[in-house]
């Protein structure tokens, strides 16, 4: 995990189209807008840009970070412990660390959300995603060395019940 406790970048504009982009356009691609090393390490900001019915992650919690979801476009699903829960454009969603929680683009049209995560340190992990999504094997750790776990098990029903894409 990278130390950011000095916030390095001044101040700057990012445009719209600035900004590191990763991941398959058929699935979920992120900007990555201020990084941990920006911030001092105390939050991330990235847009997840998510195809029609695409999963976000696998049913998933992580014991360091909290979540907002802010969405910009799109209809977005997420199961947040045992609730289910739909949000759209201007509706913001809240994922506390140690939940449960996966989320997914719930429409049939491109899906647009800003995502902070505080404190940073989380969108080290989607940028590995970004450079290609490992096997579960190989996943599993590496979730584990941000404090992530996983459940694959429940995950399966959720892309059935909705018709998505992982």
Known sequence: MTDHTQATAGPRVLGPRDGEIM???????????????DSGGR???????????ALAAPLHRHSREDEYSYVLEGRV???LGDDEIFAEA???????????HTFWNAGDTPARILELIAPAGLE???????????DTETLMPMAAGYGCELDFERTFPIIERHGLKL
């Open 23 to 37: 991941g398959p356009e058929e699935g979920v691609r992120d900007r990555f807008m201020i990084d941990g090393k």
């Open 124 to 134: 080290d992990l989607f940028r590995q995603f970004g450079a290609g999504m490992p």
């Open 77 to 79: 699903g997420a199961l």
């Open 43 to 53: 939050l991330a900001l990235v847009e997840h840009l998510m195809a029609p019915r």
């Open 90 to 100: 201007g509706d913001l969603i809240f994922k506390p660390r140690a939940q449960w």
